[in-house]
């Protein structure tokens, strides 16, 4: 069954969604607002049933109350229209579950009792239990051959850890069906990286290292710990942002063009990357990667605690807050063209950003004291204002300027562009390709490990030479070492021309 959205579009197809940890941090602030945005839409069938599942003692009206209030807390008042709020309540369920236990999986078996649709299994919990609740669900009789299962990222610890988690899941569901999850692959700008490349020829003839001098990666937060000390001083920020997030945004830009859109097809481009991704020796360890942990420091005119003065911190602790390093992609299209990757905590702003910088024309005839100005950079910007800026050079106007030089953007900022068209959230994008069961926006098994194996050699490295991570204050943008990193090749960082 199907029905038809604003646009006119056939709705996807009708599931049932089991929602695990549906009462977690992630499924109020994301899940069930995109789910909502989704309804709002017109783009869930009239059949498609929710079910949420947590520990806690709640019934079913207790539970609409908590997700109607976080609804109203995490979706614009203008967009929550009482109509659609009041259909989309009705379609939700909840059972209260132990995971780890095997016993309550029966009472799942009676709620999909002839339901007569595939399952979608969302996993918003811890990976460690997994494949616990994957193989309860299949010996609790509630699967069939359609189901599929979602999980979120970080899978696993390192390369070992990664692939007991992968092989419990593994067990009970084939790669077809399982969808892992990196929220930046649903991003509208992400999404416009593929049209972007593929459906231009201006791009797509100068992608390559004789156009290309070197790429610039920035993912950026203001935040610190945030409560989340006992995972992220185990984890870091290497296996944290790097492991998933920059990885997957240096294979988008990387890859070399698919077949087809076919998700296996994008996919396999994107495992040559991570295959061709340079190792890291002990003698580039010292120049081309910076680690770092931030101090107290000011940020918006607010004060805000050092990394080892957050609340119940280690503070002997050498986790790193900030990474930035140069790395390369060994193969024909990029060789010699350098990619440098920044990732922080508490650092100025949110800024999540692409920068292709573009070589410099080979004979120069305008003035020597704006050569630095001459060459073009391709700026895609992930968040906080989605969009794509090309900076190009033109003759600054007036009478007395002659022929000097000005920068300025030929500027696609899609809130502008698109002023009735509300940018959906990623998550909405992602929730929607499961119930098509479309797998391009996914990442598979293979992705994940060659980037566990790739971080795995770095975090060895590292602890082979026990050095402490360079201090820098917060509000800033990393240790002075990262700006050195960049300027020892002639070069700076985008925010610094």
């Known amino acids: ?127 460690r239990i997994y494949g616990d609740i994957c193989r309860h669900l299949e010996a609790g009789g509630c699967l069939d051959d359609e189901c ?26 084939p790669e077809s069906r399982i969808y892992r999850i990196d929220h930046y692959l649903g991003k509208e700008t992400v999404q416009n990286l593929i049209a972007l490349r ?30 989340r000390w006992g995972y992220f001083d185990d984890a870091g920020q290497l296996r944290d942002m790097v492991q998933n997030h920059l990885l997957q945004l240096v294979c988008l830009i990387a890859m070399d063009p698919p077949a087809n859109l076919d998700a296996d097809a994008i996919r396999d481009e994107k495992v040559k990357v991570l295959k061709a991704l340079k190792p890291f020796t002990d003698d580039m360890l010292g120049r081309d990667v910076v680690r770092g942990q931030y101090t107290a420091g000011t940020i918006d005119g607010r004060s805000v605690p050092g990394y080892l003065e957050e609340e119940g911190a280690n503070t002997e602790s050498h986790t790193e807050s900030f990474v930035a390093m140069k790395t390369g992609v060994a193969n024909w299209r990029w060789a010699g063209v350098p990619f440098y990757l920044r990732t922080g905590k508490r650092m100025p702003e949110k800024l999540s950003q692409i920068v292709i910088h573009f070589r410099q024309q080979p004979h120069y005839i305008f003035d020597p004291d704006q050569r630095d100005l001459a ?36 500027h696609l900022d899609f809130n502008s562009a698109f002023p009735k068209t509300r940018i959906p959230d990623a998550y909405e994008r992602l929730l929607l390709e499961v119930m098509k069961g479309q797998q391009y926006l996914f990442v598979r098994r293979d992705e994940v490990e060659h980037a566990w194996q790739w971080c795995d050699n770095l975090i060895a490295a590292w602890q082979d030479r026990d050095e402490p991570p360079r201090r820098y204050p917060a509000g800033s943008w990393g240790p002075v070492a990262s700006i050195a990193m960049i300027t020892q090749d002639g070069r700076s960082w985008y925010e610094d021309y």
């Open 1 to 127: 069954m199907s029905q038809r959205n604003r646009t006119g579009q056939t709705a996807g197809t009708e599931i049932d969604l089991a929602l695990f940890g549906a009462l977690g941090d992630l499924a109020q602030r994301k899940l069930f607002p995109a789910l909502f945005h989704l309804e709002r839409e017109g783009l869930l069938d009239p059949a498609t049933r929710l079910l949420g599942l947590a520990r806690q003692e709640l019934d079913a009206d207790a539970f609409r109350a908590r997700i109607e209030k976080a609804l109203r807390t995490y979706v614009k008042a203008e967009e929550l229209e009482r109509s659609v709020l009041k259909r989309f309540l009705a379609r939700l369920d909840f059972l209260t579950l132990d995971f780890t236990q095997p016993e309550g999986y029966a009472a799942i078996r009676e709620w999909r009792q002839d339901a007569g649709r595939p399952m979608v299994v969302y996993l918003s919990v811890a990976a």
């Open 148 to 173: 599929r299962v979602v999980v979120e990222k970080p899978i696993g610890y390192d390369l070992a850890s990664s692939a007991e988690i992968n092989d419990a899941i593994g067990a009970v569901f």
């Open 198 to 227: 593929f459906a231009n020829p201006l791009f797509g003839t100068q992608w390559n290292q004789n156009h290309i001098s070197h790429v610039e990666i920035t993912v950026a937060e203001q935040v610190g710990i945030e409560g």
């Open 375 to 410: 060459a073009n950079k391709l700026v895609i910007r992930l968040q906080p204002e989605e969009g794509i800026a090309l900076e190009v050079l033109t003759k600054d106007s007036g009478l007395d300027k002659g022929m000097r030089l000005r920068r300025g953007p030929l």
